[in-house]
């Protein structure tokens, strides 16, 4: 079984500063991927940046970065020169590859609590 | 553009109502899904379809039933509403042929349900 958590309920930060949401994950499996995802006060969420378990390099999407922590099982995701537009909540999420009746394949995605971001003018 | 839409933004439903909760992507998508989102407890799989006609239950999919008889519609049922199920209701989908891309799910913009 996987597992998330998130430990913040909520953070806040001031404009074009940096900011650092904390992540656990639990898994037994091998393969993974772990994800941020960002759900905007209008509520479609959105995904910010994805990582491979088996990548050591910790992935980097424009202002949006994660420090990856494998034997910790750690993934945080920092924002730097934040925006007001980060204002969201945000979910980490794990995934493993589940093989269905099908045939075919899934990511099975387990998501943390979530963070509510909050960014001051 | 990617894009998946849900019927309703807001519902209102009372006690013992039948309700439906429609989903509508327009990727071509494989796989998709029903997640309840509540506070405090992240996002939780209610049900998944991955073809016409297939499904399989998720964590949580007690008091819920789904119907997929078309690949662009997912539709999740309330067979009698309760009290317990008000929630934000999510809709996702995902490419189920790319390995690469089975991952990275889309999602709606949610169905906000009260059962009064």
């Known amino acids: 079984a996987q597992t998330v958590t998130q430990s913040q309920p909520e953070m806040s930060v001031q404009e074009a500063e940096t900011v650092t949401l904390s992540c656990t994950y639990d898994?037994?499996?091998?393969?993974?991927?772990l994800f941020w995802y960002k759900q905007p006060p209008s509520r479609q969420m959105i995904l910010v940046i994805r990582?491979?378990?088996?990548?050591?390099q910790n992935a980097t999407e424009n202002r949006f970065s994660v420090n990856f922590q494998k034997a910790a099982k750690s993934f945080s995701l920092k924002i730097s020169d934040s925006q007001l537009g980060d204002t969201a909540m945000y979910f980490c999420?794990?995934?493993?590859?589940?093989?269905?009746?099908?045939?075919?394949?899934?990511?099975?995605?387990?998501f943390g609590q979530g963070t509510i971001l909050t960014v001051h003018p | 553009d990617v894009k998946v839409t849900q019927s309703s933004r807001y519902l209102v439903k009372r006690t013992g109502e039948k309700v439906f909760l429609e989903c509508v992507q327009d990727?071509?998508?494989?796989?998709m899904f029903w997640y309840r989102q509540d506070p405090g407890l992240g996002l939780r799989l209610i049900y998944f379809?991955?073809?016409?006609?297939?499904?399989e239950k998720g964590d949580i999919p007690e008091g819920y039933s789904v119907s997929r008889e078309k690949k662009e519609r997912f539709s999740l049922i309330l067979e009698s509403a309760s009290t317990n199920q008000t929630s934000m209701y999510l809709c996702?989908?995902?490419?189920?042929?790319?390995?690469?891309?089975?991952?990275?799910?889309?999602f709606g913009p949610g169905t906000r349900l009260t059962v009064t």
């Open positions: 996702a989908s995902t490419n189920g042929r790319s390995s690469g891309l089975i991952y990275e799910q889309y």
């Open positions: 898994t037994s499996e091998n393969n993974y991927y």
């Open positions: 990582q491979e378990a088996y990548k050591q």
């Open positions: 999420a794990s995934a493993v590859t589940i093989a269905n009746a099908g045939g075919t394949s899934y990511g099975k995605l387990t």
């Open positions: 990727m071509d998508h494989e796989n």
């Open positions: 379809s991955y073809d016409v006609k297939m499904k």
